[in-house]
């Protein structure tokens, strides 16, 4: 298995505070994800980044944020945590463009 | 909206038999990747096919991919108890080389 870890691994916040999530790999690989996943809309990319400090938006960024300042770690912040954000959320690494991505075990997320 | 959509949404066969499930997306694209989930893990990557690539096979997977009519089928024959899961399909985009965009996936169920 890729050397992915997702932490925590299960969180319950309350609504209006700030939640981060991280990833961490050690496959030096170049890009990482994060998606989150709800029953009936499969895995929803959220923020990706395709090298140190450089991140962009997915197709559901709003009320996310995300830092990558070294190789392995990829953090994502919920600024404001709101009950439309419980999900599980998954990190993905690729090694290039292109290529297949590895998944990380989730982050199941309950905003209470 | 996604830019993969599976069919159907789920799929129950008998160990033994195969199971079809398709996928469509809407752009031109790079490649378009298949995708294992079981239940409570993380995704895990089956096959990759290029857009120059008509017909890959893997084991007891077979994935075709039609380009004009942007669309794609994952056949597993002989299936088994441990084929139960949800699977997905990817894509990365022409020019898009780190946004992997997900389908909703199809849960295939397996009848001992």
């Known amino acids: 298995d890729a050397g992915i870890t997702q932490s925590p691994r299960h969180k319950v916040t309350e609504t209006g505070t700030p939640v981060t999530l991280r990833c961490h790999q050690t496959e030096n690989h170049r890009y990482m994800y994060w998606y989150r996943q709800d029953p009936g809309h499969g895995l929803r990319l959220i923020h990706y980044?395709?090298?140190?400090?450089?991140?962009d938006k997915g197709e559901v960024s709003d009320g996310y944020s995300v830092s990558r300042s070294k190789t392995e770690d990829f953090l994502l912040t919920l600024e404001s945590a709101t009950s439309s954000q419980t999900s599980v959320y998954f990190c993905?690494?690729?090694?290039?463009?292109?290529?297949?991505?590895?998944f990380g075990q989730g982050t199941r997320l309950t905003v209470v | 909206s996604q830019q993969g959509e599976e069919d159907p949404q789920a799929l129950s066969i008998q160990e033994g038999e195969n199971a079809t499930m398709n996928c469509s997306y809407k752009?031109?694209?790079?490649?378009l990747q298949w995708y294992r989930q079981n239940s409570g893990r993380g995704l895990v990557h089956l096959i990759l096919?290029?857009?120059?690539?008509r017909e890959k096979h893997s084991g007891r997977l077979r994935v075709t991919l039609d380009t004009s009519k942007k669309s794609s089928s994952l056949l597993i024959t002989a299936s088994r108890a441990a084929d139960t899961a949800s699977y997905f399909c990817a894509t990365f985009e022409v020019g898009n080389d780190y946004k992997l965009s997900f389908g909703a996936g199809t849960t295939v169920t397996v009848r001992a």
């Open positions: 752009t031109s694209i790079n490649n």
């Open positions: 980044s395709y090298g140190v400090k450089d991140t």
């Open positions: 993905a690494i690729s090694e290039s463009g292109f290529a297949e991505a590895f």
């Open positions: 096919i290029r857009s120059n690539e």
